[in-house]
């Protein structure tokens, strides 16, 4: 403080603070609880500028009890309330930050008192700071089982999901640590609202399933191949037409499961897609897997990439073997019809010959025979 013990003796301490009326209400202070312990002011140096202390004081009695003064002891916290001011500033600098964030911020003590709300988390859930956290997000009356307190508390950082029924929203959380002026941590968690994100993840997830079911479901026998010829997928009519198992089929080359080669057949309609470039589909009929089949290939084309085939293969060996039934049969039936006119023309030429003959010797002809033979008729 600077001053000689001669300039303190005597005097009267209100001239020793900042306000002279803090002698008083320190002496109020000690009477009232018969102590005073480390309380903030700001006394004068013998430059007469201010210096923050920390005081505690005892009441001083007599041997009758009567109160004759006190005994105090000062500490020169200049330095450490400097040093608050500054932390505090910039707690409230990084307080407005939070509050100029799009995601929730709120501070909570190791007691899980709410010690600062962000305005997202105010507009979300109300300004519930100096109330216990548990209460105002769980509407429980202790700490919730998947609560991650304790492990910030011990220094780690924590990130976890968090559904709020209440609000049917769903959050991503980021925990850590936040150490206060006086030492102790604090826990400190950034809220973010992921609740539309999670709903077309869901509706991402039920329409992916959808597919597959449906891609399961077809009657037809269907791959999906990478520009390579490898298997990416394959439904269960491919299953049950190979013996083999979506796993078991996955990574192999097409060609080799269909054809039992080493390299695409030269009719090969995915072959003929890549070569063409323009990417549009092809079909073909082809023989595979022991029958015949109506392979159609369906490009897949991502910013203008060839990155999938979709094959499509109908069984239509039943269709084709019918097919070639019938042509034999008209085959058959064309063949007889060239031998019947044939018979047919040669008994009208019989029957001329007969007519001919009859004539010769003078008698009427036996037959008539009609002009429109080219018709394939007599009489």
Same mark, same amino acid.
């Given at each position: 403080?600077?001053?000689?013990?001669?300039?303190?003796?005597?005097?009267?301490?209100? /001239?020793?603070?900042?306000?002279?009326?803090?002698?008083?209400? +320190?002496?109020?202070?000690v009477?009232?609880?018969?102590?005073?312990?480390?309380?903030?002011?700001? =006394?004068l140096?013998n430059?007469?500028?201010? =210096? $923050?202390?920390s005081?505690s004081?005892?009441?001083?009695?007599d041997?009758?009890?009567?109160?004759?003064g %006190?005994?105090?002891?000062?500490?020169? +916290?200049? /330095?450490?309330?400097e040093?608050?001011?500054?932390?505090?500033e910039?707690?409230?600098n990084l307080?407005?930050?939070?509050d100029s964030? =799009?995601?929730?911020?709120y501070?909570?003590s190791?007691?899980?008192?709410?010690?600062?709300?962000?305005?997202?988390?105010?507009? *979300?859930f #109300?300004?519930?700071?100096?109330?216990?956290?548990?209460?105002?997000?769980?509407?429980?009356?202790e700490?919730?089982?998947?609560?991650?307190? $304790?492990?910030v508390m011990?220094?780690?950082?924590?990130?976890? *999901?968090?559904?709020?029924?209440?609000?049917?929203?769903?959050?991503?959380? +980021?925990?850590?640590?936040?150490?206060?002026?006086?030492g102790?941590?604090?826990?400190?968690? @950034?809220f973010?609202?992921i609740t539309?994100?999670?709903r077309a993840?869901e509706?991402?997830?039920?329409?992916?399933?959808?597919?597959e079911e449906?891609? $399961?479901?077809?009657?037809?026998? =269907?791959?999906?191949?990478?520009?390579?010829?490898?298997i990416?997928?394959a439904?269960?009519p491919?299953?049950?037409? %190979?013996?083999?198992?979506?796993k078991?089929?996955?990574?192999?080359?097409?060609?080799? @499961?269909?054809?039992?080669?080493?390299?695409?057949? *030269?009719?090969?309609?995915?072959?003929?897609?890549m070569?063409?470039?323009?990417?549009?589909?092809?079909?073909?009929?082809?023989?595979?897997? #022991? #029958? @015949?089949?109506?392979?159609?290939?369906?490009?897949?084309?991502?910013?203008?990439?060839?990155?999938?085939? @979709?094959h %499509?293969?109908?069984? +239509?060996t039943?269709?084709?073997?019918a097919?070639?039934?019938?042509?034999k049969?008209i085959?058959?039936?064309?063949?007889?019809n060239?031998?019947?006119?044939?018979?047919?023309?040669?008994?009208?030429?019989?029957k001329k010959?007969?007519?001919?003959?009859?004539? #010769?010797v003078? /008698? *009427?002809?036996?037959?008539?025979?009609?002009?429109?033979i080219? %018709?394939?008729?007599?009489e």
């Amino acid at each position: 403080m600077g001053y000689a013990a001669d300039e303190v003796i005597g005097s009267s301490n209100r /001239k020793f603070f900042a306000d002279p009326e803090e002698p008083e209400r +320190i002496m109020e202070m000690v009477l009232r609880d018969g102590m005073l312990k480390n309380y903030r002011t700001a =006394v004068l140096n013998n430059d007469r500028k201010p =210096v $923050q202390i920390s005081l505690s004081a005892s009441l001083l009695k007599d041997s009758e009890g009567v109160p004759i003064g %006190t005994v105090r002891v000062s500490r020169d +916290i200049t /330095k450490e309330v400097e040093l608050e001011a500054r932390i505090k500033e910039e707690r409230d600098n990084l307080n407005l930050i939070f509050d100029s964030m =799009v995601d929730g911020i709120y501070i909570v003590s190791k007691d899980y008192e709410i010690e600062f709300m962000n305005k997202v988390l105010i507009g *979300e859930f #109300g300004d519930r700071v100096g109330t216990i956290c548990y209460k105002v997000f769980h509407d429980r009356e202790e700490p919730c089982p998947l609560c991650k307190n $304790q492990e910030v508390m011990n220094g780690e950082t924590v990130h976890w *999901e968090w559904n709020s029924g209440r609000r049917n929203r769903t959050y991503d959380l +980021i925990e850590t640590p936040l150490k206060n002026i006086d030492g102790t941590i604090s826990k400190l968690t @950034i809220f973010r609202d992921i609740t539309e994100r999670k709903r077309a993840e869901e509706k991402l997830l039920r329409v992916s399933r959808d597919r597959e079911e449906i891609f $399961q479901a077809l009657g037809n026998a =269907v791959i999906i191949i990478d520009p390579e010829f490898n298997i990416l997928d394959a439904n269960r009519p491919v299953m049950a037409a %190979t013996g083999m198992s979506a796993k078991e089929l996955t990574g192999r080359k097409c060609y080799e @499961i269909a054809h039992r080669t080493t390299e695409p057949p *030269e009719n090969c309609p995915a072959k003929k897609l890549m070569a063409s470039k323009d990417y549009k589909p092809v079909e073909n009929d082809m023989e595979a897997l #022991g #029958g @015949i089949f109506l392979v159609s290939c369906t490009p897949v084309i991502e910013d203008g990439d060839l990155v999938k085939i @979709i094959h %499509t293969m109908t069984d +239509i060996t039943e269709r084709k073997r019918a097919e070639e039934k019938l042509e034999k049969k008209i085959e058959e039936l064309r063949r007889f019809n060239e031998m019947t006119v044939e018979r047919e023309l040669k008994m009208v030429e019989l029957k001329k010959e007969i007519n001919s003959l009859l004539r #010769g010797v003078g /008698k *009427e002809p036996r037959y008539r025979i009609l002009e429109e033979i080219d %018709t394939g008729t007599s009489e």
